[in-house]
């Protein structure tokens, strides 16, 4: 048994981190013979993307994809730490999951991996209160699923196997890519920037970058694939590289990955802090990297921000938002968190301010949820819940009809949209323009998986409306 500890998570060293290749042992290629599994997943692309790689080695064990947690063997909970309300989620799970084992299938094998994993205080519970979950494993050993679901099975004993140290990089781990034409890549693992607020860095470990050769490759197959879209994934990605004792960097990795000739290329997150000059020009230069940006602020306060460790003022972020805006035709996305600890009427009177400077065409926005362990969750509280709410709500009204303009001022324009597949509109079929607006629209089925001309025939604050030309 090994148990997430948080001194170890916390800690930062200068090892080097090492490669290692996945691989499993035939004895236990058979151990999923005859059986289903289900994998429910919670949080960022991070964790779908991980989920791609738990399916793709449970299919190595002979695992089949059962419809639904109802018609499974093995049922696996990916979860997220972010927020309170994430963890409330999983639990309820975890709940439905014990009926389902009671009553109705004695059997039934019960996973818990993801972020959640990770945390002393959740594991424990798990030991504690919920007997029935037969295996947990963390973040940084994903890639031993396989041995660990092996014990699982073989011992009936609760198998606990998480590594608080985030250890080597794994890689030609197997892949089963939820979609055909669009594709998770992570470009690094971790994050080293310890935002006050923030659980990742104990729960992700410490900034790894992945070689650009296995990124590269990676990118080569998926254009042979036929794929369109790829997006380079990591928690702060512009930071890429900074682990490496060579030069190369965010801005040589986009221009490279760029080159493969993949038509479209995405990134996320981006930290303003690492966001350099380089990185726009690259982005003007290369027209298959997309004009639609991430580039969470968090707070309009310079306070607040000091407070939330994001080591930039509110004029920084303006000042780069402006450089960004220089990119033809950009779009650019944030996200907020209201009612930190010590936010007051006036600063997110600020935070108000800088929305109305940017006009964002999408945000994502929260109230602060205080994380165990994090240096944000013992500061002095200066608002209540009923305010924190009254914010949010202020918030996104303002946000809501940013995005409605945004969306208007794309009528009569003809996008191009990356196909995904029938809307949920019926007899429409929806995609993404290259600025990442969702859009429905009329057209043949055979467009599916191809990047096409639409024109937008109506502007709502969430989607568009269009037609095939
Ligand atoms: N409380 C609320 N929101 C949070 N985020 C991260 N940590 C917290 C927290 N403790 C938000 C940030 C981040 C996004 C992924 O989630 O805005 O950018
Ligand atoms: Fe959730 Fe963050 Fe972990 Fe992603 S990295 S699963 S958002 S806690």
């Given at each position: 048994m090994q148990l997430p500890d948080y001194k170890e998570a916390r800690?930062?060293?200068?090892?080097?981190?090492?490669?290692?290749?996945?691989?499993?042992?035939?004895?236990?290629?058979?151990?999923?013979?005859?059986?289903?599994?289900?994998?429910?997943?919670?949080?960022?692309?991070?964790?779908?993307?991980?989920?791609?790689?738990?399916?793709?080695?449970?299919?190595?064990?002979?695992?089949?994809e059962a419809l639904d947690q109802e018609d499974a063997d093995v049922v696996i909970l990916n979860t997220c730490s972010i927020r309170e309300n994430a963890h409330n989620k999983a639990f309820g799970m975890l709940g439905r999951l014990k009926h389902l084992k009671e009553e109705k299938n004695k059997d039934l094998i019960i996973g818990v991996c993801g972020c959640m994993a990770q945390e002393e205080k959740v594991v424990e519970e798990i030991m504690k209160k919920y007997k029935y979950v037969n295996f947990v494993f963390?973040?940084?050993?994903?890639?031993?699923?396989?041995?660990?679901?092996?014990?699982?099975?073989?011992?009936?004993?609760?198998?606990?196997?998480?590594?608080?140290?985030?250890?080597?990089?794994?890689?030609?781990?197997?892949?089963?890519?939820?979609?055909?034409?669009?594709?998770?890549?992570n470009i690094m693992y971790g994050c080293d920037k310890f935002c006050t607020y923030c659980i990742v860095p104990y729960t992700r470990g410490k900034q790894r970058s992945r070689d650009k050769d296995d990124i590269i490759k990676e990118v080569n197959k998926l254009v042979k694939d036929g794929y369109q879209e790829v997006t380079l994934l990591g928690q702060n990605v512009n930071a890429y590289g900074k682990d490496f004792n060579n030069d190369y960097n965010m801005e040589n990795l986009l221009e490279d990955v760029a080159k493969t000739g993949i038509p479209r290329v995405r990134f996320m997150t981006s930290h303003p802090w690492d966001f350099t000059d380089g990185m726009i020009e690259v982005i003007k230069k290369y027209p298959n990297i997309m004009p639609s940006i991430h580039l969470p602020v968090q707070s309009g306060s310079s306070k607040v921000l000091k407070l939330m460790g994001r080591r930039y003022t509110k004029e920084d972020y303006i000042k780069l938002f402006d450089k960004i805006k220089t990119i033809p035709n950009v779009t650019v996305s944030t996200?907020?968190?209201?009612?930190?600890?010590?936010?007051?009427?006036?600063?997110?009177?600020?935070?108000?301010?800088?929305?109305?400077y940017c006009k964002f065409d999408n945000a994502y926005t929260f109230i602060f949820s205080?994380?165990?362990?994090?240096?944000?969750?013992?500061?002095?509280?200066?608002?209540t819940l009923k305010e924190k709410e009254d914010r949010l709500h202020r918030l996104n009204e303002i946000v809501n009809k940013y995005f409605l303009e945004?969306?208007?001022?794309?009528?009569g324009k003809v996008v191009d949209v990356l196909v995904d597949g029938p809307s949920e509109k019926e007899g429409l079929l929806c995609g993404y323009t290259d600025t990442n607006k969702l859009i429905?629209?009329?057209?043949?089925?055979?467009?599916?998986?191809?990047?096409?001309?639409?024109?937008?025939t109506d502007a709502k604050t969430?989607?568009?409306?269009?037609?095939?030309?």
């Amino acid at each position: 048994m090994q148990l997430p500890d948080y001194k170890e998570a916390r800690k930062r060293n200068k090892e080097v981190v090492e490669k290692e290749y996945y691989s499993i042992d035939d004895s236990i290629i058979n151990i999923g013979l005859n059986k289903k599994y289900y994998v429910k997943t919670y949080g960022c692309q991070m964790n779908e993307h991980d989920t791609e790689n738990i399916k793709a080695m449970l299919e190595q064990l002979n695992f089949t994809e059962a419809l639904d947690q109802e018609d499974a063997d093995v049922v696996i909970l990916n979860t997220c730490s972010i927020r309170e309300n994430a963890h409330n989620k999983a639990f309820g799970m975890l709940g439905r999951l014990k009926h389902l084992k009671e009553e109705k299938n004695k059997d039934l094998i019960i996973g818990v991996c993801g972020c959640m994993a990770q945390e002393e205080k959740v594991v424990e519970e798990i030991m504690k209160k919920y007997k029935y979950v037969n295996f947990v494993f963390g973040t940084h050993n994903l890639h031993h699923l396989p041995y660990i679901l092996n014990e699982a099975l073989k011992t009936k004993k609760q198998v606990i196997e998480v590594f608080s140290k985030e250890g080597n990089i794994t890689e030609d781990i197997p892949v089963k890519r939820a979609n055909r034409y669009k594709a998770f890549v992570n470009i690094m693992y971790g994050c080293d920037k310890f935002c006050t607020y923030c659980i990742v860095p104990y729960t992700r470990g410490k900034q790894r970058s992945r070689d650009k050769d296995d990124i590269i490759k990676e990118v080569n197959k998926l254009v042979k694939d036929g794929y369109q879209e790829v997006t380079l994934l990591g928690q702060n990605v512009n930071a890429y590289g900074k682990d490496f004792n060579n030069d190369y960097n965010m801005e040589n990795l986009l221009e490279d990955v760029a080159k493969t000739g993949i038509p479209r290329v995405r990134f996320m997150t981006s930290h303003p802090w690492d966001f350099t000059d380089g990185m726009i020009e690259v982005i003007k230069k290369y027209p298959n990297i997309m004009p639609s940006i991430h580039l969470p602020v968090q707070s309009g306060s310079s306070k607040v921000l000091k407070l939330m460790g994001r080591r930039y003022t509110k004029e920084d972020y303006i000042k780069l938002f402006d450089k960004i805006k220089t990119i033809p035709n950009v779009t650019v996305s944030t996200d907020i968190i209201v009612g930190f600890p010590s936010e007051e009427e006036e600063d997110f009177e600020e935070t108000l301010e800088l929305v109305n400077y940017c006009k964002f065409d999408n945000a994502y926005t929260f109230i602060f949820s205080p994380r165990k362990g994090t240096p944000a969750e013992k500061l002095e509280d200066k608002s209540t819940l009923k305010e924190k709410e009254d914010r949010l709500h202020r918030l996104n009204e303002i946000v809501n009809k940013y995005f409605l303009e945004s969306n208007q001022k794309m009528l009569g324009k003809v996008v191009d949209v990356l196909v995904d597949g029938p809307s949920e509109k019926e007899g429409l079929l929806c995609g993404y323009t290259d600025t990442n607006k969702l859009i429905n629209f009329e057209g043949d089925s055979s467009l599916i998986g191809k990047i096409v001309k639409v024109e937008v025939t109506d502007a709502k604050t969430w989607s568009l409306d269009g037609k095939a030309k």
